[in-house]
Every structure is written in structure tokens, then in C-alpha cells.
């Protein structure tokens, strides 16, 4: 007779995992599914940034002049694909709606329980998985090149001291006793000391999938979009055969979109991707934590390969082949700021960033099928939120209070 497993997890991204491991912490049994390894796609790749003090999501400009300068499409920060604006117009006109400082603010306010949980949850899950190796606990740092971005974080500033943040404001000389070896000129930094940063997002990704086989969960190769509802809860087609569940999670990254549209929900979910090429450093030039050059809009990691430089935003169809143009851009900016040297790969790598117009993750129970669950969607933030992720989702389908209210973040809340 097939066993009828507790929990099943599609997809085995940073946040699948993190509920996998969770789910089996709270001694269910569960079946993790994914058409490749664990941490290969979006949480292989990022910054690995543990975000701890964030407070406003990234936004789309609202100004005029910024937004004309975008347009140009000659930018680092962000790239475009023409043939893509038709089909994301709408979810365009939304994020530009959710981008006025209001909203921001009403954002931070909603986000904060999670994002004070990050970094808790990720250590309290690095122990567990024996992953410390791969974290450093001393912040990273906003780069400001011009005196006058810097001065504009004020508000932001004021609003992180009432919440309590450590958010420190540095001169150049203070950044530099950070970072030595920074060069060039720029006005100063601000130090997010609420977070931890990684050398191997994708290493601390596939270590909680170990930690999760080692005590006792199964990790299977399947195809997700084979996932149907059976009598007995949920079915999926794997290299193992059929595996059944009375639960499911839908944790998909970008391609949860495709299908929870199989079930009759529609999702504005779209891809921010990005993009990151590998540097060896020149000499004996190094980084102790990921330096954002915020008046560009990329980030200097320092990773287990080498210097990764990450990129912005590029709107376009997930599917749509690479354009990299971004990585050159910010590899000729990067030289202003640290002694970079050839590139580790033959080729940039690219991600797809899984993003709601409002910047908040969808997270809670199908409103039409009892025992679906969802957990997709996190944008820039998904490395850093899977853990709490995990934790308030498996409270809410073990029917717990919840010690994070999930109302803000339910699938119907766009009518
Ligand atoms: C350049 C860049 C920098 C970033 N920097 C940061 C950062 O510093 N900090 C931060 O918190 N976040 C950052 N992010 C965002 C973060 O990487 C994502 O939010 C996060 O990785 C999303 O995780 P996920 O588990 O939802 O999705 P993913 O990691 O994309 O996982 C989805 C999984 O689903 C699987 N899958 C898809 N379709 C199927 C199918 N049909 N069948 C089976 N399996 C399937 C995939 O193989 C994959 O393993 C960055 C992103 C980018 C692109």
C-alpha cells in the first residue's frame, strides 16, 4: 500500500527547504520535490544577505527625471526587455503604485515581525544543519558615492532608530577602518549591523536539505506541475513513483505562478532578474562583508568563489534568453571602488527574483482547496525570510495561533 506522507514541499529553493526542515523538526513526515537539487536556481545565486534591519522594500522610482533616466534602459541598476512591457504593464503600473512612500512605510511596518525573525531563525537552523561556517555576524554595508544620497536616508534613518534598528552612518574614513580595501572617493556608508551575510547561499541552502534527510526526510526528483488532488490529499508524479500526502506546500519561486494557475489562482507574480559573475580579487584585496554601491545599484560579495557581483533589476519574461549587460556595467563601476581581476566563470549566471507588486510574500492556506498551502513570491528577500517563513507557515497548518499574523500575506488579497 502507497504511504500517505504528512506534509509534501514543492520546491527546493531556500524557502521550500527551510518548511521542509521545519515540518520534519516538528516530526511530520515529509517529502521535499524538485526537478533539480537543492538551492540550484534564485537561492544559489543572490547576495546572500540575511537582512535582518531591512526596512522599505526596493521600490520603482516615482520621479520624473529617474524614471526617464531607466527608460534609456542604459542603466546598471535596472534593464529591460522591450518585448516583455505588454505583458507586465499592469503588474508595472501596480509596483509603481506600491512604490510611494506611504506604502512603503506601511510595508516596513507590516514586514518587520518577519524580518526581525530572520537572522534568529537562520542561525537557530545553521546549527541544527552545522552550517555556521558559511555566516558572518557583523552587517553589510550601503555604499554612498554622492554626500546628497546619503543625506536623503535621514527619514529612513529616524523611522530604523524608532524601531530600534542598529543602522549606523559612517564617514568615508569610518567605512574604510571596515573595509580597507575600498579605494576611490565616495561620501560614506551606512552599516546594517542587524544582519548576517553568507559565503555560499547555495551551500547554506544545500546543508538544511542535508539536515532535513538526516532526521529522517525524504528528498525526491519530481516534476511539480504533476501535483493533483487525490481522495487522500495530494499527489505527485517522482523518479520514485507516485507520492502522496494530506498537505502540500507550493514553494515554486517564480514558477509557483504556473502552478497554482492549474488550481484557478491567479498570482501577479512577476521576475525581477538578476544577474552575478565571479572576480578573483587583484593581489591581496579582500571584502569582509557584501558592500552595495547604492548610487549604481549592484553588490560586491565576498563568496567562497570570489568577489560575486550582483545586479539589479532586469524586467523581462523568466523564460527569456540572457542579457547580461547589466554585469558590465557594474564590473566597470565596481573597478572605481575595489581592485577586481579576471572573471571566475566563462559566463554570468541569472536568477529570477519571484515579486508581488506590493513586495510582500504570499504565504497561507488555498482559499478554495483545504490542505494547499502557499509560500512564494519573496522578491529580493526570500533567502532571508525562508526560515521565519517556515516557522509561521508550519504554525498555521498545525493550526497554532500565530506568532506572526499572516493576514497581510494571504493568496485572495488583490481581489
Ligand atoms: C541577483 C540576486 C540577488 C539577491 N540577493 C538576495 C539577498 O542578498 N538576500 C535575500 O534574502 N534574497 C536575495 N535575492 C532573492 C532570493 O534569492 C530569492 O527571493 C529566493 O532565492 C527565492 O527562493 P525560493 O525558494 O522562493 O525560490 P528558488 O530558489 O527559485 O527555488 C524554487 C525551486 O523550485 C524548483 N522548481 C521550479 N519548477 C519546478 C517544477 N516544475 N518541478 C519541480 N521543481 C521545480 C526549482 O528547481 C527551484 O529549486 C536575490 C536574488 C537575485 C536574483
Known amino acids: 500500500m502507497t504511504a500517505i506522507h504528512d506534509v509534501l514541499v514543492l520546491g527546493a529553493g531556500?524557502?521550500?527547504?527551510?518548511?521542509?526542515?521545519?515540518?520534519?523538526?516538528?516530526?511530520?513526515?515529509?517529502?521535499l520535490v524538485d526537478r533539480r537539487g537543492p538551492g540550484e536556481e534564485t537561492s544559489y545565486g543572490n547576495s546572500g544577505v540575511i537582512d535582518g534591519g531591512n526596512l522599505y522594500p526596493v521600490a520603482m522610482p516615482r520621479d520624473l527625471p529617474t524614471l526617464f533616466k531607466h527608460a534609456l534602459n542604459r542603466q546598471t541598476a535596472s534593464h529591460y526587455h522591450l518585448a516583455a512591457l505588454p505583458r507586465v504593464a499592469g503588474w508595472m503600473f501596480d509596483y509603481w503604485r506600491w512604490s510611494a512612500v506611504d506604502k512603503l512605510e506601511e510595508t516596513a511596518r507590516v514586514?518587520?515581525?518577519?524580518?526581525?525573525?530572520a537572522v534568529g531563525s537562520h542561525r537557530e537552523f545553521a546549527k541544527i544543519?552545522?552550517?555556521?561556517?558559511?555566516?558572518?555576524q557583523d552587517g553589510w554595508l550601503e555604499l554612498y558615492r554622492l554626500q546628497s544620497s546619503l543625506d536623503a536616508q535621514e527619514r529612513r534613518l529616524k523611522l530604523a532608530k524608532e524601531y530600534g534598528l542598529n543602522s549606523t552612518k559612517l564617514s568615508m574614513g569610518e567605512t574604510l577602518e571596515l573595509e580597507p580595501h575600498l579605494k576611490?572617493?565616495?561620501?560614506?556608508?551606512?552599516?546594517?549591523?542587524?544582519?548576517?551575510?553568507?559565503?555560499?547561499?547555495g551551500g547554506v541552502t544545500k546543508a538544511y536539505a542535508e539536515a532535513f534527510v538526516a532526521a529522517g526526510?525524504?528528498?525526491?526528483?519530481?516534476?511539480?506541475?504533476?501535483?493533483?488532488?487525490v481522495p487522500e490529499g495530494?499527489?505527485?508524479?517522482?523518479?520514485e513513483g507516485r507520492v502522496l500526502a494530506r498537505q502540500a506546500v507550493v514553494a515554486l519561486g517564480i514558477w509557483s505562478k504556473d502552478l497554482v494557475a492549474k488550481f484557478g489562482y491567479s498570482v501577479p507574480l512577476a521576475a525581477k532578474r538578476g544577474y552575478h559573475r565571479h572576480y578573483q580579487p587583484k593581489g591581496n584585496a579582500f571584502l569582509s562583508r557584501q558592500v552595495c554601491d547604492e548610487d549604481v545599484g549592484y553588490v560586491l560579495c565576498p563568496m567562497e568563489q570570489g568577489i560575486r557581483l550582483t545586479t539589479g533589476?532586469?524586467?523581462?519574461?523568466a523564460e527569456a534568453p540572457k542579457t547580461p549587460v547589466q554585469v558590465e556595467r557594474a564590473f566597470r563601476a565596481a573597478s572605481d571602488l575595489f581592485d577586481l581581476g579576471e572573471p571566475v566563470e566563462a559566463e554570468p549566471w541569472m536568477g529570477r527574483r519571484p515579486a508581488t507588486p506590493d513586495s510582500r510574500p504570499i504565504i497561507g492556506p488555498a482559499p478554495g482547496h483545504e490542505g494547499l498551502w502557499f509560500a512564494f513570491g519573496h522578491g529580493h528577500w526570500g533567502f532571508t525570510l525562508g526560515p521565519a517563513t517556515a516557522k509561521a507557515l508550519l504554525s498555521a497548518m498545525s493550526g497554532e495561533p500565530p506568532h506572526v499574523d499572516l493576514t497581510p500575506y494571504r493568496m485572495g488579497r488583490w481581489g
Open 14 to 31: 531556500m524557502v521550500g527547504v527551510s518548511a521542509a526542515l521545519e515540518a520534519r523538526r516538528r516530526g511530520l513526515s515529509v517529502v
Open 313 to 317: 533589476v532586469e524586467i523581462a519574461l
Open 234 to 239: 495530494f499527489a505527485v508524479d517522482t523518479d
Open 217 to 229: 526526510g525524504r528528498l525526491a526528483k519530481g516534476d511539480a506541475m504533476t501535483l493533483a488532488k
Open 111 to 117: 514586514m518587520r515581525p518577519f524580518f526581525a525573525e
Open 184 to 201: 576611490g572617493a565616495f561620501a560614506g556608508a551606512i552599516w546594517q549591523q542587524d544582519s548576517d551575510t553568507v559565503s555560499s547561499p
Open 129 to 136: 544543519a552545522g552550517a555556521e561556517r558559511f555566516f558572518r
